[in-house]
């Protein structure tokens, strides 16, 4: 990629080492401190190799300001990168086919890969289907995720639960200012989770959810503050990465208990209603599958299986700095639902967890799809990647 250099000015010099590790299309950031944001305009990153200088494509944050690029390709174990980030007249920015952006309906969006849909997070209430209880309304939750060929992964409001939705963060057995709230199984009535408002539509999107109680004399109050941050990376050709954060916050002066619970809470997916027990897998990163996954603990979990037009699989990456990490895993055992599919990191099944205010929680996964099966090598090699990031360091030339 040609870039002209004349009148460019330094702005950083960056250095990569991948440590003891193979990376593959790793993403990477570089944090730009406290910058004007005009002042982000116009920046070139260069990776330097012995006397050459390559352009390298970048995303750009604003907030706070930072950009982002991938490694290119495979890197091996221990190999030292240099960068340097140049302000000139042109940006490196990703091509068109390699773009990621997002769609707004006014109901939903979509985020997309190229010209390839990855996921689609639902803000507008999403009313039940005609003659089911209206107590199952709400919005907050990601339905569809696609593989890169287009097939469906997710599934919303299936007659066994119409509570489910698709990819969502639901907590059971709550308790918040004397009363106990249900903030998953809404038929109760005692709690919901509604979209409030976006932050950003970059790159994915950033999202405020608030938990809400409603209380015995009829009135409603917001419990917690969560904030969802989904970053989606550029289609490598065989899988689609994105990074889901959900942060946590006591939304008043009291604190509220996320108790002790068989199902617990947390990071769930319902998957495509296509999928049964002789059709599909489950696998954990400890070799448990759906005949004994259910309240074991696990780094990373595979779903996988046979849709009608071909495989398709999703798998989740669980921060190592999680609540209670390793964490426990909620999966459907295979004579359960009709041999439906359902798998949850649940940091609540085996310990309480008490949220004080004023301060933030956060939990960390980051979901691959593909089409292609991937083995537990290749599952264990992206859990590396991801609790083991690639060590960024450089500074800010003045």
């Not at 116009?42 to 930072?66: D, F, I, K, W």
């Not at 809400?212 to 065989?238: C, I, L, Q, R, S």
């Not at 897998?281 to 759906?290: D, I, M, Q």
């Not at 609540?323 to 295979?334: G, I, K, L, N």
Request: charged share 20%; net charge positive.
């Amino acid at each position: 990629m040609a870039v002209h250099m004349a009148g460019a000015q330094t702005v950083a010099r960056i250095t990569v080492n991948t440590g003891a590790y193979a990376r593959y299309n790793t993403p990477v950031s570089f944090a730009l401190g406290k910058v004007n944001v005009n002042s982000l305009k116009g920046l070139v990153l260069y990776q330097l190799n012995n006397g050459s200088r390559q352009a390298v494509p970048v995303r750009v944050e604003t907030g706070p300001a930072a950009i982002t690029w991938q490694l290119a390709g495979e890197v091996k174990p221990g190999v030292t990168l240099q960068y340097e980030l140049v302000k000139g007249k042109e940006e490196t920015t990703l091509p068109d086919n390699e773009r990621v952006t997002v769609e707004d309906d006014h109901r939903t969006l979509t985020v997309l890969a190229g010209n390839h849909p990855v996921l689609r997070y639902q803000y507008t209430v999403m009313e039940p289907p005609p003659g089911v209880d209206t107590a199952f309304r709400r919005s907050g939750f990601i339905h569809p995720a696609w593989t890169p060929g287009g097939k469906v992964l997710t599934n919303i409001q299936p007659k066994d639960h119409y509570h489910h939705y698709g990819i969502w963060n639901p907590w059971t057995d709550t308790e918040f200012e004397g009363e106990t709230v249900d903030f998953w199984n809404l038929k109760k009535r005692s709690g919901t989770v509604r979209f409030s408002r976006f932050n950003s539509k970059t790159g994915g999107f950033n999202a405020l959810q608030e938990h809400v109680v409603f209380k015995k004399n009829g009135t409603e109050k917001v419990a917690m503050n969560e904030e969802w941050d989904v970053d989606v990376y550029p289609y490598d050709g065989k899988t689609f990465m994105w990074d889901f954060t959900s942060r946590l916050q006591c939304a008043t002066a009291s604190p509220i208990t996320l108790n002790q619970y068989r199902y617990g809470g947390g990071f769930a997916i319902r998957g495509n209603a296509e999928w049964n027990n002789e059709n599909s897998a489950v696998l954990t990163s400890e070799g448990k599958t759906r005949k004994n996954a259910d309240s074991t603990h696990a780094r990373w979990l595979k779903i996988a299986g046979n849709l009608k037009d071909g495989l398709a699989g999703l798998l989740i990456l669980s921060a190592p700095a999680n609540f209670r990490a390793p964490q426990p895993v909620r999966v459907w055992p295979e004579k359960d639902q009709h041999g439906q599919v359902f798998g949850m990191f649940s940091p609540t099944k085996d310990y309480s967890w008490t949220l004080q205010p004023g301060k933030t929680y956060t939990q960390s996964y980051r979901v691959i799809t593909f089409d292609k099966d991937l083995t537990a090598e290749q599952a264990e090699a992206y859990w590396n990647d991801f609790a083991h990031p690639p060590k960024v360091t450089g500074r800010l030339v003045k």
